[in-house]
């Protein structure tokens, strides 16, 4: 199973917004609305921060957005803060191994 | 609270084995299907295995099939994998994590046990 394919950095002002894609194929992301984002800092971790594409756990800052079409999912942070600075991984079923496949990671840069 | 508490990691020479055990509290454990993933050092998260809540299903990892083997005993809330025949690429830090009830997310996650895989 690859893993689905994210881009390896994106970066951002305070205050601004950033979006951040994830692409699988339609036995993962394009064929089932279960793909989460997990949030993790250095040696931390993983943190839930979207699941079902777009449902924000309870606690979890309203900054945080998810969507979907086709086969890419996209995370976008609004009012990016210096505390968002970490790396980000997009997470599917996937039907080709009944089981789970991750993201390549992105590394999101506050500036 | 709601935690898990991985252990069991440590230093193994290639060819060897090991157990990994996964400590679970503050919630109903017999309930919930869970998870072992791990990250090598300065790589992304692999899903490695999953165990549903009576033990009646279980998938691998292709990259760990055959050498892993997960499994859970509801009555001491405790979730484990044991790893054979290690190779140098398993080295990483293996997270449980616990599956949301109904739904196909890990929401709940341990810090991790590091496995290292050198001679």
């Known amino acids: 199973q690859s893993a689905l394919t994210q881009p390896a950095s994106v970066s951002g002002s305070p205050g601004q917004s950033i979006t951040i894609s994830c692409t699988g194929t339609?036995?993962?992301?394009?064929?089932?609305?279960?793909v989460s984002w997990y949030q993790q800092h250095p040696g931390k971790a993983p943190e839930l921060m979207i699941y079902?594409?777009?449902n924000r756990p309870s606690g979890v800052s309203n900054r945080f957005s998810g969507s979907k079409s086709g086969n890419t999912a996209s995370l976008t942070i609004s009012g990016l803060q210096a505390e968002d600075e970490a790396d980000y991984y997009c997470?599917?079923?996937?039907?080709?191994?009944?089981?789970?496949?991750f993201g390549t990671g992105t590394r999101v840069t506050v500036l | 609270e709601v935690q898990l508490v991985e252990s069991g990691g440590g230093l193994v020479q290639p060819g060897g084995s090991l157990r990994l055990s996964c400590a679970a509290s503050g919630f109903i454990f017999s309930s919930y299907r869970m998870n072992w993933v791990r990250q090598a050092p300065g790589k992304g998260l692999e899903w490695v295995s999953y165990i549903t809540d009576t033990s009646t299903n279980i998938y691998y990892a292709d990259s760990v099939k055959g050498r892993f083997a997960i499994s859970r005993d509801n009555a001491k809330n405790s979730l484990y994998l044991q790893m054979n025949s290690l190779r140098d690429e398993d080295t990483a830090v293996y997270y449980c994590?616990?599956?949301?009830?109904?739904?196909?997310?890990?929401?709940?996650w341990g810090r991790g046990t590091t496995v290292t895989v050198s001679s």
């Open positions: 339609s036995s993962d992301v394009g064929g089932y609305n279960y």
């Open positions: 994590a616990r599956d949301l009830l109904g739904y196909y997310v890990m929401d709940v």
């Open positions: 079902d594409v777009s």
């Open positions: 997470s599917s079923y996937t039907s080709s191994s009944t089981s789970y496949v």
